[in-house]
Structure formats: structure tokens, C-alpha cells
């Protein structure tokens, strides 16, 4: 993971976690990680934590899980299987989407999610 990635999920998750209202040790404890560690997080001198716990971070912070484990470099544990169920068409799917907008991102999902209602 870059520093800057690093700093920013740092930064974003005291700033997040204080606007909230949870102390250092109500927050780590909620998570399941030490106060010390927890810190060192916030302070960028360790890297963010697994998957498992940066979703709970989201969950618990209101934010989306999705943006913070990309946030934290992370995969969230579902795509791995996602990937493997077709091991060549969505990496391709996915090469192909690169370099899309959000907007056109949004408009494709929609035509896969009617397709697969159709499909049903």
C-alpha cells in the first residue's frame, strides 16, 4: 500500500471516528482491535487493518464498505469467489470497464442487474 493511501485512511478514519463521537477505546473495542493499535492506524505507522475489520469500521462509522476497504487496499472478501466462479470473463469485464465514468459504470450495472432479472 502507498503512504499516501496509508495517510489518508488514517486521517479519514480519527476524523470520521471522532465526528461520531466514539473515544479511541469504545471504538477499538467495538472492532476487536487494541487502543494501541487503533492509534497507530490513526497515525499511519502501521498499515490498515484486514478486510474484516475495515468493513466493520464502515458499518459502524455510517459509511460505505466498498469505498472504505478500497479506501484501506483491501478487496472485500466476496470478489475473490466472484472471480473464480468465472475466471476469464470478469477479469475481462473488468478490463473493459477501466477508464469508464461512475455515471457509465452506474448505467452498466443497471443493464447487468435487469439482465439478470430477465434471466430469472
Same mark, same amino acid.
Given at each position: ?6 495517510? @489518508? ?13 466514539? *473515544?479511541? @477505546?469504545?471504538?477499538?473495542?467495538? %472492532?476487536?482491535?487494541? /487502543?494501541?493499535?487503533? *492509534?497507530? %492506524?490513526?497515525?499511519?505507522? =502501521? #498499515? /490498515? /487493518?484486514?478486510? #474484516? @475489520? =475495515? ?9 460505505? =464498505?466498498?469505498?472504505?476497504? *478500497?479506501?484501506?487496499? @483491501? ?11 468465472e475466471p476469464t470473463e470478469v /477479469? #475481462?469485464?473488468?478490463?473493459? %470497464?477501466r477508464g469508464l465514468t461512475a ?7 443497471? *443493464? ?9
Amino acid at each position: 500500500m502507498s503512504k499516501k493511501a496509508q495517510k @489518508r485512511f488514517g486521517q479519514l478514519l480519527r476524523e470520521k471516528r471522532m465526528e461520531k463521537g466514539f *473515544s479511541l @477505546r469504545k471504538f477499538a473495542r467495538l %472492532v476487536g482491535v487494541s /487502543p494501541t493499535y487503533l *492509534s497507530q %492506524v490513526e497515525q499511519m505507522n =502501521v #498499515d /490498515p /487493518p484486514t478486510a #474484516d @475489520r =475495515v468493513k466493520r469500521m464502515a458499518e459502524l462509522l455510517g459509511e460505505s =464498505v466498498d469505498a472504505w476497504t *478500497s479506501l484501506a487496499g @483491501r478487496i472485500t472478501e466476496d470478489l475473490p469467489g466472484i472471480i473464480h466462479q468465472e475466471p476469464t470473463e470478469v /477479469p #475481462d469485464l473488468l478490463r473493459a %470497464v477501466r477508464g469508464l465514468t461512475a455515471d457509465q459504470l452506474r448505467e452498466l450495472r443497471q *443493464s447487468a442487474e435487469d439482465m439478470k432479472k430477465k434471466g430469472k
